[in-house]
């Protein structure tokens, strides 16, 4: 009975072993995702990134995990986090929340896959070869928002027409700050408008910068596209209102909150785009042969509410092209 009990269990064990070894085979890939900016203040652009994820077949906590790294607004910390998702072994990295974020991953890994989104050309940044080609390891969507800064000029000097100066503010140390200072200077020499340029790369200039352009009698104020000024638009909005200056953002985020208006690409849309790709990396594509992608849909956003508590007669012409009004 003994023997005959014995050959039984090893019996059922033997056929239970292919089953167990095939189990431990199965490994959920980690999505290691990088962000300058904090999870309460991006959480829709995140959820945007999940939903991607999920419509193309890979969800969180069932066959996929996703490890998050926030730098909070503080990009000299991004380094540090990529390094750590890099040796976690992460399947690929999804870097956002600005440039940094991308540069910080392409430092930190040659071999992990990178999706990054980025306003700055990942040409000139030299983050890829070309847009059509990346190669290497790295792709993702540009947000092309210092190109759109000239745009955004126009919208500013339409809606306050009678404003003799136009100030903004500027972080020099934001990689794309060069093109988005060529471009508006262009783009003020198109409209005949006069500008002042300021810089602000920290919370102490952003004091300094509007005491100077209220000084120097500014009737419009634009805030260049930097996620610098994303995680401060709390502070940047309360300024603006308290100067009584209209201003035009690059990012939905700040209309919502109650600045007066924004124009830019969608953030959304564009972790939307990124998660589509972080799918397809998933699935063996690879990032070298995945070419840039470009917005896909850009947005107005006036607060007609901030409007009328500035005196701002919103042109009839902006009302009827604006994605969302908020009254």
Do not use: C
Request: aromatic residues 6%.
């Amino acid at each position: 009975m003994r023997r005959r009990h014995f050959l039984s269990i090893l019996s059922g064990a033997l056929v239970e072993l292919p089953a167990s070894l095939h189990a431990q085979q199965v490994v959920t890939p980690i999505i290691g995702f990088l962000s300058g900016r904090s999870p309460r203040e991006s959480s829709s652009a995140s959820e945007a990134f999940r939903d991607a994820l999920r419509k193309a077949g890979y969800v969180e906590g069932q066959n996929i995990a996703i490890e998050y790294r926030w730098a909070d607004g503080q990009p000299d910390r991004l380094p540090k986090l990529a390094a750590d998702l890099a040796e976690r072994g992460v399947a690929v990295i999804f870097a956002a929340g600005g440039s940094e974020s991308a540069r910080a991953a392409a430092a930190a890994t040659a071999k992990i896959p990178i999706v990054f989104t980025s306003a700055t050309d990942p040409v000139k940044t030299g983050l890829v070869s070309s847009l059509n080609r990346p190669g290497g390891n790295i792709t993702g969507v540009s947000l092309i928002g210092a190109s759109l800064e000239p745009k955004r000029l126009g919208i500013l000097h339409q809606l306050v027409p009678q404003a003799g100066l136009i100030g903004v503010i500027l972080n020099t140390q934001y990689p794309g700050a060069e093109a988005e200072e060529h471009g508006l200077r262009e783009g003020a020499a198109d409209l005949r408008q006069e500008i002042q340029i300021e810089n602000a790369s920290d919370e102490r200039d952003l004091e300094i910068a509007f005491t100077k352009l209220v000084q120097s009698h500014a009737g419009a104020l634009l805030v260049a596209t930097d996620v610098f000024f994303l995680n401060r638009r709390a502070r940047i909005i309360a300024l603006a209102w308290q100067h009584r200056l209209p201003a035009i953002y690059g990012f939905r985020e700040f209309a919502l909150e109650g600045g007066l208006i924004s124009y830019g690409a969608s953030i959304s849309n564009a972790y939307s785009q990124a998660g589509s790709y972080v799918a397809r990396i998933l699935r063996g594509d690879k990032p070298a042969d995945l070419p840039i992608l470009q917005p896909t849909k850009f947005e107005l956003f006036i607060n007609l509410k901030t409007a009328k508590a500035l005196a701002v007669d919103v042109p009839p012409t902006l009302l009827a092209i604006a994605d969302e009004v908020i009254e």
